[in-house]
């Protein structure tokens, strides 16, 4: 209150002072006693309502512009004035109540614009291009956490994921184990010191190489160092699997996961350095140079499968969505990334053996049914969309608990969701797959 005094004088000092004056020049100038009086009490009621207007004025000023956008109340501050003004000037006493309404009418059409939510006009904000290229190990570093957990800081946040989808199957701290992939945990120096090492990952030699593919394309050889490892893991994840990470079955030939430079994940060749660049900031080394990182991916990735940086944007925080609904189901299967673990009739691809063959619309009732069973479903569309958003709450016999991530109730929207729940209800043994849609 204080604050809007001394910002009414600071505007209204003239007025104030004129007023001033003629009350002292009534005093002076009239000699009729009672007549000095009416002038006396009618200049201080016109000081005290030229003071309310001013502190109607200051109110609007800093409130209006300001964070709370309080305008209804200079609003009344200036009707009570008017009718205050139109009870000792009966003259003019009619203007001023109809001029008082109207400014009591827009106080209570502000107040409830003031009510509703407010969105704020004016153009979006411009997007600055990531310049990659010009960036510091530590400024590629961060953009490189952004792109795996979807924010600076969120390394160690559980659920945290972005645009890369590691986390969705990798652990990254010593000591944390994962059913679905290696801990990435000291990476650089592994790849160096264990990987290439490995007799199975016949360096220099990738025709006798004894895994799904020989090489991330004709001619692309092997790696020769730990960070050309990383490059071709990420470009070719089957030209080497690390022991007891293979897809079930494969005897470890073949890896679950997908190559990130290709749908859906899509990592741009920048990107990836960035990534890689986390990699080792995070653990206190020094990272090889942009160019050098970027000279090892085009070693494993011929130039027409090299994905663009289609409009340099940084990577989404880590509360985005992994598939928000609108895709056909197929796609939302790929970006969960649940073709790299369950095997899924009508979906290209998914062919995992990580976790069990989903043909709910038969398995599902016998599950909820069993005695084993501890969940809440009741229903086969209840039972699948406990699986996704719970998956301990039922583990399936042969497949161990904590394997399937437990974030996709946050990373899938309530669409992406239902199309799931719908396509996998359908889903029988023995029965043609329903139509992806």
């Known amino acids: 209150m204080g604050d809007l005094i001394k910002e009414a004088l600071s505007i209204g000092w003239p007025l104030l002072a004129l007023l001033a004056g003629l009350l002292v020049y009534s005093q002076i100038s009239i000699s009729d006693a009672a007549a000095k009086k009416r002038a006396t009490f009618k200049l201080s009621i016109g000081m005290l309502a030229a003071f309310i207007l001013l502190i109607a004025i200051a109110h609007y000023e800093t409130s209006f512009y300001g964070a709370n956008r309080l305008l209804p109340v200079s609003l009344v501050l200036v009707t009570s004035m008017c009718f205050m003004l ?3 000037f009966p003259n003019q006493a009619a203007l001023l109540k109809i001029g008082g309404f109207m400014f009591l009418v827009a106080a209570g059409l502000s107040g409830y614009g003031n009510w509703l939510p407010q969105v704020e006009g004016g153009f ?5 291009k990531i310049q990659f290229e ?20 969120q390394n160690k946040v559980q659920g945290a994921i972005g645009k890369g989808q590691c986390p969705l199957c990798h652990a990254f701290h010593k000591g944390m184990l994962g059913e679905r ?6 990476l650089p120096e ?20 004894e895994y799904a593919q020989k090489e991330s394309f004709p001619g692309a050889g092997t790696a020769e160092n730990g960070q050309e490892y990383i490059a071709e893991s990420h470009s070719c994840p089957s030209c080497y699997v690390v022991a007891g990470y293979g897809v079930k079955g494969t005897n470890d030939k073949e890896s679950p996961m997908p ?14 350095a960035a990534v890689d660049t986390w990699f080792y900031i995070r653990e206190g080394r020094d990272a090889p140079t942009y160019e050098e990182i970027i000279k090892t991916y085009e070693k494993f990735i011929p130039e027409a499968d090299r994905p663009k940086q289609l409009d340099d944007k940084a990577a989404g925080p880590p509360s985005a969505l992994l598939a928000d609904g609108t895709e056909p189901v197929d796609q939302i299967f790929s970006k969960a990334q649940c073709v790299a673990c369950h095997t899924i009739p009508g979906i290209p691809g998914a062919v995992g053996t990580i976790g069990p063959k989903l043909e709910e619309g038969t398995n599902a009732p016998l599950r909820f049914k069993s005695p084993d069973y501890k969940g809440g479903a009741t229903t086969t569309p209840d039972y699948i969309m406990e699986s996704i958003v719970s998956p301990s709450a039922y583990v399936v016999k042969s497949f161990p608990d904590n394997t399937m ?3 996709f109730g946050q990373k899938l929207s309530a669409g992406a969701l239902k199309k ?3 396509y996998l209800s359908q889903v029988k043994v023995g029965a043609p797959p329903p139509k992806i849609s």
């Open 190 to 209: 592994r790849a160096a010191k264990e990987r290439l090492v490995d007799p199975k990952y016949s360096q220099g030699k990738p025709l006798a190489r």
């Open 124 to 128: 979006p904000p411009k997007e600055e």
């Open 420 to 422: 799931i729940v719908d």
């Open 181 to 186: 992939a290696p801990n990435l945990d000291g």
């Open 86 to 88: 139109g009870i000792y």
């Open 259 to 272: 190559a990130i430079h290709k749908p859906p994940i899509s990592l741009s060749l920048p990107e990836l």
């Open 134 to 153: 010009s960036m510091s190990a530590q400024q590629l570093a961060d953009e490189g956490e952004k792109i795996i957990f979807g924010g600076i800081g």
């Open 405 to 407: 991530p437990k974030v």
